[in-house]
């Protein structure tokens, strides 16, 4: 088995991005808790392929390199002619707009565990979309969720 690595994200990016430019697709476990539930820290894994501005749609999740040089993935939620907006899964403050230079990648495939799930797969599309619709509601509904589960554990264990 290989051991895991942790490597700061502005070290390995530029790396990644390399390896995108010459076509191929690189594979990064996630971090941080901002696309959770869709995305869960040290849990779930993301296939980077590269993109072009034209081919991203609302709902997409993109890895983006923000004005601050940091590199974020986040949830497309409007798209202009020359930029974007973005936004957690697990956030509401929209953040833009982003300008098309700043797009790295779009998370083409997630990995749960052994689980491949395809971005395109019309279940997952539809679950994106309707999160999105949401958005006014999350902080409520993730803290609903959280309480939940905890009365559960409670409950059961």
């Not at 849990?43 to 601050?68: H, P, Q, T, W, Y």
């Not at 958005?135 to 409950?155: A, D, M, N, V």
Request: proline share 3%; hydrophobic share 45%.
């Amino acid at each position: 088995m290989q051991k895991l690595k942790l490597v700061k994200s502005e070290l390995i990016f530029p790396v990644i991005k390399e390896i995108l430019d010459k076509g191929t697709s690189a594979r990064i476990t996630v971090t941080g808790m901002s696309m959770y539930p869709f995305l869960r820290e040290n849990v779930d894994s993301v296939e980077l392929s590269k993109v072009e501005f034209s081919d991203i749609r609302r709902g997409d999740i993109v890895m983006a390199l923000r004005n601050s040089n940091e590199y974020v993935m986040h949830r497309v939620i409007k798209i202009e002619k020359s930029c974007f907006y973005i936004v957690g899964d697990a956030q509401q403050v929209i953040e833009g707009p982003l300008h098309i230079n700043q797009v790295i990648a779009k998370i083409t495939v997630i990995w749960r565990k052994d689980k491949k799930i395809d971005s395109s797969n019309i279940w997952w599309k539809l679950l994106s979309k309707s999160w999105l619709t949401l958005l006014p509601f999350r902080g409520f509904i993730i803290k609903s969720y959280g309480k939940l589960c905890r009365l559960i554990r409670e409950e059961f264990i």
